[in-house]
């Protein structure tokens, strides 16, 4: 996708073309029109925000008008694979453009049969009507979509994006055994951008397998550097469950374990309940197959999915992740409290380790330890830092 400015009067596609790309008007106006008796005539006009150009791209037909620029303009332009993703792989994008497109189009016909009633006229010449209310948020809503997506794909590309670590204590000892590697988007102009905000995003568009293999890529050898610090440390990396639903997972983990001579049991991969329940069986396999590779296998945010307990024995889980909002409430609430207690016993029971994230003061440390919690992390020991200020931290 690349943005291109086109000088007033110029014509952007032509009638009868066939159409390679759909615009987004980033600045200016353009307009749409058609040849009828001889004469152009403007069909509709598009303004900043708005997407044109994508019904030749749905259907593979022939461009229906002509489009040009009505002031000098800045045009997005989206080729036609972006769209091919949606069509083959329907989404809620795809649903709203189709939406978009049957509007404008039903729209379109209605005022030709008006113009061609009214008029044996040369003197023809309609009015731009705005579109329906509807139509206009739901293009917005795409259009500024599309647009987030770029920027994010852009970040990748010109590495705006970074791994920030945040330190893992043992629970006993205070001392330093691994960290959290979590990822921060900083922006040009926006400043630094949590995931939270952006990590929806680059699942919704599949982004995330490319970013989660670079993820992996950059943690593998970030633990390489703190190892001279740290001898065993371990690093964990988040994996989406989009990553899962990718058959090349396996394969990217083992070439990043390769290719940075990271040892694959000081890798932690941090996945979720909901993981375990997109797909239990392929799940299952692929976790096998990670451990074959000799990583370790976090269940994280445990306790807030959907999951039971019954079903932890099917996969090759060596460590829970019990979740912050029991632990931040622990002193407070006693079935939090209770909560933390009995995930740490079963854990215990069954063969697995525990990390509590979210210790934000030193008595949550002390109870954790009467808990026997092997592991923690939160904002009392450290926030999530810069690769610099981690090594730092380490050499402490
Ligand atoms: P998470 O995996 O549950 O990560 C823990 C989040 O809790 C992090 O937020 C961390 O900064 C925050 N945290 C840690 N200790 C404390 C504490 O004591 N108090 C409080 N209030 N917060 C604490 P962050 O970095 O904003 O990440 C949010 C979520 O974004 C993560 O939740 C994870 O689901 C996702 N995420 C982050 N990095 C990645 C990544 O590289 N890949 C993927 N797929 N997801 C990621
Ligand atoms: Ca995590
Ligand atoms: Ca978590
Ligand atoms: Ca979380």
């Not at 008007?25 to 925000?49: A, M």
């Not at 397998?209 to 964990?236: L, Q, T």
């Not at 009995?342 to 697995?352: F, P, Y």
Request: hydrophobic share 40%; charged share 25%.
């Amino acid at each position: 996708t690349v943005e291109e400015h086109v000088n007033e009067g110029r014509v952007i596609f032509s009638e009868g073309e066939p159409g390679d790309f759909a615009y987004i008007v980033k600045q200016g106006v353009v307009d749409l029109n058609t040849l009828i008796n001889g004469k152009s005539v403007r069909l509709t006009r598009f303004t900043e925000g708005e997407l044109f150009g994508e019904m030749a791209l749905l259907d593979k037909s022939l461009r229906s008008g002509t489009a040009v620029a009505a002031t000098d303009t800045v045009l997005i332009k989206i080729p036609i694979s972006y769209f091919e993703r949606y069509i083959n792989n329907p989404g809620d994008l795809a649903q709203t453009l189709l939406s978009v497109l049957l509007t404008r189009y039903r729209e379109m016909r209605g005022r030709f049969t008006a113009l061609a009633q009214r008029s044996e006229s040369s003197d023809i010449s309609f009015e731009y009507t705005e579109e329906p209310q509807r139509t206009a948020i739901e293009t917005h809503h795409t259009t500024s979509k599309i647009q987030r997506e770029i920027d994010l794909a852009n970040a990748l590309k010109q590495q705006q994006l970074a791994l920030f670590y945040q330190p893992i204590v043992d629970v006993k000892s205070q001392a330093i055994v691994g960290c959290e590697s979590l990822i921060r988007w900083i922006h040009p102009d926006r400043g630094m951008i949590p995931p939270d905000e952006f990590i929806g995003l680059a699942e919704d568009t599949g982004l995330i397998v490319p970013m989660g293999k670079w993820i992996i890529h950059e943690a593998c050898k970030a633990r390489n550097r703190f190892a001279e610090h740290i001898d065993n440390i371990y690093v964990s990396i988040n994996l989406s469950p989009i990553q899962f639903e990718s058959p090349s997972l396996v394969r990217d983990i083992e070439s990043a374990f390769v290719s940075t001579g990271v040892k694959p049991n000081r890798i932690y991969l941090e996945i979720t309940e909901t993981t375990l329940m997109l797909d239990p069986l392929n799940v299952a396999n692929i976790l096998n197959d990670l451990k074959r590779l000799d990583a370790v296998i976090a269940l994280d945010d445990f306790g807030t999915g959907y999951s039971s307990f019954s079903y932890l024995h099917r996969f090759p889980i060596d460590i829970l992740k019990i979740d912050q909002s029991f632990v931040f409430t622990m002193q407070d609430n006693s079935r939090s409290k209770e909560i933390v207690r009995t995930l740490c016993s079963l854990a215990t029971s069954l063969g697995m380790r525990t990390i509590a994230e979210g210790i934000e003061r030193e008595s949550d440390l002390h109870l954790l330890n009467s808990f026997a919690a092997d592991f923690g992390q939160g904002y009392f020991i450290a926030k999530p830092m810069p690769e610099e200020d981690f090594v730092n931290f380490l050499k402490a």
